[in-house]
C-alpha cells in the first residue's frame, strides 16, 4: 500500500482487506493487511467504514473530539490531562 495521498489529499485506503466474522459471533472484524490496522462493526458495512476511519487516522488524518464528542462518550474533558508516561502506575 502507498503511503502517497489520495489525489484530493486524503490519506490513502486500505487496498488489501479481510473481512471475517467476529469470533464472538457477533458483528465483522475488518482489517488492512498492509499496516495490521483493524476495526469492527456490527455490520460488513460499517467494519469497512470504521477501518477506512482508523487507516485516515494512522496517517494522521481526522479531527480532535470536540467536548461535545467526549461528553457523548461520557469523557469530562476538564476532568482528563495528558501526563507523562514515566509518572504512570501502568507502564512500570
Known sequence: MSTDTVGNGEPPLPE???LTPAEDGDGWVA???DTGIASQGP???VALENLDEAVAGYYGGGTEPTPEDLAELGIDPDANSSGS???SDLFE
Do not use: G, N, P, V
Open 85 to 87: 508516561l514515566s509518572d
Open 16 to 18: 488489501r482487506i479481510s
Open 43 to 45: 455490520t460488513r458495512a
Open 31 to 33: 482489517r488492512d493487511e
